[in-house]
């Protein structure tokens, strides 16, 4: 099986690339400017030249607060793009991956008995902001053009690049004190686990969407009391609302999936958000 990645250079790129290497899979890793996902003959050469089985699409962009004010650049890398990956990849009969968003969902869970759960892969989308729609456009084109596709969702990820756990550890340099919300709960989610679903995902022919996301949930707040806490960094740090810490673009208060559609394939790979972030703190310090 040959795979030819898109977006190698961003954070679930390079652990994907880091997967495949030690897997010793053929594969190709691409990103932007020479495989833009806009540019559907650029890619097309691309493709035919590689001739994988599988392509994994990583590209994408993810800016939220960019989006908000570069709608027209969202719409055309993260819905059109996919769209033209779908033709070309159902044309040439190849499996197309591509990764999306917990905010193609509304924030706010599903209400149900009395008690907000977790969303599900059957549960209706309904985006919030520009990068949401963009992302919830690109399912929907994958959706319609492609014939193999697996559409993983993921949430709160954190690898090799810009992420929330190294922006904590970067102002904990020159911070006595933080301010965290806590309000908006969803659960950190390592690249390590999510590439290794992704992987696992492209042995069947399960074609379909999933949640991909580490187990458990917690608030922003929590995530940043538990990096300092396995860090033992010594730092003041104080909840906040959202309406405290105001943002650009709406964050989602509830983000958090269930992966339920791999649990019923038995390929459920994902460690407690804990666990992972452990391991990812370990290799931060090692590199
Ligand atoms: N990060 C999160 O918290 C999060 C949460 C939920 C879902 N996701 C989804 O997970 C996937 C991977 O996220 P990530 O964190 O690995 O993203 P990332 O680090 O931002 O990587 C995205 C990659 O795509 C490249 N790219 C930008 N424009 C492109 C274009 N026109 N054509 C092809 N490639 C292009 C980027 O290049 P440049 O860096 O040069 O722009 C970058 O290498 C994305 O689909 C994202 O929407 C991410």
């Known amino acids: 099986m040959k795979i030819l990645l898109t977006g190698c250079g961003g954070q679930l790129g390079r652990e994907l690339t880091r997967q495949l290497k030690q897997k010793g899979t053929p594969f190709a890793g691409y990103d932007i400017p020479e495989f833009d996902i ?71 869970g599903i209400s149900e008995n009395g008690r907000i759960r977790p969303y599900t892969e059957a549960d209706p989308i309904d985006p919030q902001t520009v990068y949401g729609k963009s992302k919830a456009l690109g399912e929907k084109l994958v959706k319609e053009n492609a014939e193999k596709y697996f559409i993983v969702r993921t949430a709160w990820l954190y690898g090799d690049g810009h992420n929330f756990v190294k922006t904590m550890l970067k102002l904990a340099e020159n911070h006595d ?3 965290v919300v806590a309000d908006q709960v969803g659960s950190p989610t390592s690249t390590v686990d999510l590439a290794r679903a992704i992987l696992a995902l492209i042995e069947t022919d399960a074609y379909g969407i999933y949640h991909g996301t580490c187990e458990g949930m917690c608030s922003w707040y929590d995530f940043a009391c538990e990096i300092f806490k396995l860090k033992g960094i010594d730092i003041d740090v104080a909840p906040v609302t959202s309406e405290e810490y105001p943002s650009k673009t709406p964050r989602p208060k509830y983000s958090v999936l269930e992966n339920a559609g791999l649990a019923a394939l038995g390929l459920n790979v994902f460690r407690p958000w804990r666990d992972a972030l452990v391991d990812y703190l370990n290799w931060l310090d090692e590199s």
């Open 38 to 108: 806009t540019d559907k003959a650029a890619m097309a050469a691309i493709i035919d030249r590689e001739n994988p089985d599988v392509v994994i699409n990583c590209g994408a962009m993810t800016n939220v607060d960019g989006c908000e004010t570069q709608e027209a650049a969202a719409t055309a890398i993260n819905g059109e793009g996919p769209g033209k990956l779908a033709e070309l990849t159902a044309e040439r009969d190849i499996v197309l991956v591509h990764v999306s968003t917990d905010y193609v969902f509304d924030g706010k």
């Open 177 to 179: 004190k933080l301010t």
